[in-house]
């Protein structure tokens, strides 16, 4: 049965760490990370969680862009979990979009991102897919790739003046 994992807040040494690339997605650990994570992004509402967000210094982490309270606007898609998930290439364009976190409760930042990528990665059956993503998916791919390489999106805002709180920012979106 999976179980819901505690999430790592931002201070939490987890975060800030280089994650594995993991040796063989089929191995039964991995299978059970991956189904707690599917079961805890959904439970936090989230679009996205990283495996260092759940204590596990693993290269993985699940996209799941599905409209929810805390993203009203998000496009639908079945939750994919990603093996050492690679960027191939990037567009040159960029575009700042709002993003949250997880590991940094309360907090809203405009975080410039590439408008496309394309990516590679393991699925959960071990399998190589290539795909290209775009505008809001694209960032959540950017932002749990952040995640695996120690980075969070904080350190990806301008300025500081780009940070709100969770609380205005829903407020500004006259919910
Ligand atoms: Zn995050």
Redesign the pocket.
Known sequence: MPILRQIAQLGQPVLRRVAGKIADPACPAVQALIDDMLITVADANGV???AP?VFEPLSLFIVASRPNQRYPHARQMEPTAMINPEIVWVSDEKEKGW??????PGLRGLVPRHRRIGIRYLTWAGEMREEEYEDFQARIFQ??F??VHGM??VDRVESTQDLVTEKEYLRSLNL
């Open positions: 996205g969680i990283a967000q993003e949250g976190c997880l590991s940094i932002h749990e952040d995640h969070v999106f």
